[in-house]
């Protein structure tokens, strides 16, 4: 059904259905400390490594702070929400209960899998035509309190520990309530987007976020004692404090002042949902990811066409390679547009999306020679990327396993912390699709938000070996299907999965290219009808391997953190 016109070259490429031989990880030492996210990363060490459990987050003391709940005897759902809650405190301006995002979980008793979504409805009384022209001030109104949605974070956290964990939701915040009132160093990263959104800050956030009228410089630190005061609220008093208590009377107030539409009346009929994932086969493993309300589904259709191709023989990076994923992404790109939509109003036709008679038919309209313009199918995106964003994976000795992306949309979301409150509220409706007008990713009334995250699992045996996921907007799809591709297609490590330099096409017509990635092979890119831009970085992600014995008990675990970021992967 591919509306692009091109010439299949099948004597360039050999069509293959064959499993590629997946290599185990290799033990290695804990990767040094990331570089500053100013400089292009260089190749790290290898993956960390772990024999009773894992976890790999944008922050060393979130990472800390998971591993302490397992040690304490914790699973890897409690973990997961101490991780959730101290990502919060210290990358607040990239998560938080005033956000969204979407988590794929391993119950490892029950051998199945679930995608929680936390990504909230948008308000009932939301007004589309804010977002788009000719309304006054309609691209402003993306990033200020009209762009603000229904925060899922919090629900959702405590919707996986009430299923699945085993400690009280104080024990799990414990750690994210000390780093929030005792204060923490900042990071480069934190000191850059603080410094390059101060103008913005309110006055209240400004007077902790600096010092004598200025940024805090990184090393300096960063004490938030109203976010404190929330989270305990919280952990004593439960969800229903920030959904219906005072912080939501907060967050209402703050809203009908600055003409948003979020109201207190949304806040209080959130729920966080539990939904069936997907799933693809790939060179003999299942690829799993999160289905619609998600729009994940665009990396399986991206690996079901590659599937086709005998993506090895390439070489790993090689123009060739790039090329094909570039034209095949840019597919899986055009799907996301055509086919998004609520799966109780609008679903996309995954059946046939996900099919082998449609991965052959997408392959055979590929052109191995040259780059085809994009032509989108109506409706037109923003072209977002960026990593003001967070992922972050936990794995158990019990063999439990999380996923989770976590957002608050821009860079400190909205900009709007309600007073006394700590939290910033995320603009996620600022990632909808406004033309044309009713499409099915607008800003819909009391409608699911469609998120665009990606946490991934690769199965083996029925069970996850692989957990991984990145920010970066709308280059979070194709990112995820090349680090798959890294450790399945070319035998990768989790760490070198992670390192090896990416692509993303960017509507409407630019393929970003990793600057480490030879100048020689962006030239050739170039030649085949690419308009390339060279870019610093794509993503900060993290991810983790499980290995079992024979009775399917883990017994080895391997993390890697983002030499693009801060983070930090560690086992014990």
């Known amino acids: 059904m591919s509306t692009w016109p091109s010439a299949f070259c099948g004597s360039l490429l050999l069509l293959s259905l064959a499993a590629c031989q997946s290599r185990a990880p290799v033990a290695m030492t804990p990767p040094p400390a990331p570089p500053s996210p100013q400089s292009t990363p260089e190749p790290a060490a290898g993956p960390a490594v772990g024999s009773h459990g894992m ?136 000191a850059l987007d603080v410094a390059d959104a101060w103008d913005r800050l309110p006055e209240t956030a400004r007077a902790f976020y600096g010092r004598d009228g200025k940024p805090l410089a990184a090393g300096e630190t960063l004490v938030q004692k109203d976010l404190a005061r929330t989270l305990r609220t919280i952990a004593g008093r439960g ?96 799907c996301r547009l055509a086919y998004a939509g609520d799966p109780e109003v609008d679903p996309p036709p995954l059946k046939r999306l996900l099919s082998p008679a449609w991965w052959d038919e997408e392959a055979r309209a590929v052109d191995l020679r040259h780059a085809k313009p994009f032509t989108p199918p109506g409706a037109t995106g923003t072209g977002a990327q960026g990593s003001n964003t967070t992922h972050f994976v936990v794995a158990d000795a019990q063999g439990n396993v999380v996923s989770a992306t976590q957002t608050l949309g821009n860079v400190f979301g909205s900009g709007i912390m309600p007073a006394g409150t700590g939290v910033w509220l995320n603009n996620s409706l600022a990632y909808c699709t406004f033309e044309p007008k009713g499409n099915p990713m607008d800003a819909h009334a009391g409608r699911r938000k469609l998120s665009g995250d990606c946490p991934t699992f690769v199965l083996r045996d029925g069970r996850p070996w692989i957990a991984l996921g990145t920010p970066g907007g709308h280059t979070i799809d194709q990112t995820v299907p090349q680090m798959v591709m890294n450790q399945l297609d070319f035998g990768m490590d989790v760490q070198q999965a992670i390192n090896a330099p990416r692509i993303s096409f960017v509507e409407p017509d630019v393929l970003a290219v990793e600057s480490r990635i030879p100048q020689s092979v962006r030239d050739e890119l170039a030649a085949r009808g690419h308009k390339v831009r060279a870019v610093k970085q794509l993503g900060n992600a993290h991810g983790l391997t499980v290995e079992y014995d024979a009775a399917g008990r883990p017994v080895r675990f391997t993390g890697a953190a983002d030499p693009r970021g801060e983070g930090l992967a560690a086992g014990y």
């Open 55 to 190: 976890v790999s987050s944008a922050h060393p003391l979130a990472t800390q702070a998971g591993l302490a709940v397992l040690r304490s005897g914790g699973n890897a759902f409690d973990a997961a929400v101490a991780v959730a809650a101290t990502l919060n405190v210290v990358e607040p301006e990239n998560s938080g209960i005033g956000g969204y995002g979407t988590i794929l979980v391993y119950d490892a008793k029950s051998r199945k899998s679930w995608f929680l979504d936390s990504s909230g409805r948008i308000p009932r009384g939301v007004d589309s035509d804010a977002f788009r022209a000719p309304t006054p001030n309609y691209l402003e109104n993306r990033r200020g309190a009209k762009a603000v949605s229904t925060p899922g974070n919090l629900h959702a956290w405590e919707a996986m520990r009430e299923r699945y964990g085993t400690r009280p939701l104080r024990e799990l915040l414990a750690a994210a309530i000390r780093a929030a009132e005792e204060g923490f160093p900042v990071n480069h990263g934190l």
């Open 239 to 334: 969800p229903d404090a920030f959904y219906k208590g005072e912080v939501g009377r907060a967050i209402d107030a703050e809203m009908k002042a600055r003409g948003g539409f979020l109201a207190l009346s949304d806040l209080e009929v959130e729920r966080a949902e539990w939904w069936e994932p997907i799933h693809v086969d790939y060179r003999g493993h299942e690829v799993m990811t999160t289905p619609p309300p998600s729009n994940a589904f665009p990396s399986l259709i991206r690996l079901g066409i590659l599937s086709r191709f005998d993506v090895a023989r390439l070489g790993h990076n090689s123009a060739d390679y790039l090329h094909l994923y570039a034209e095949v992404t840019k597919r899986g790109f055009w």
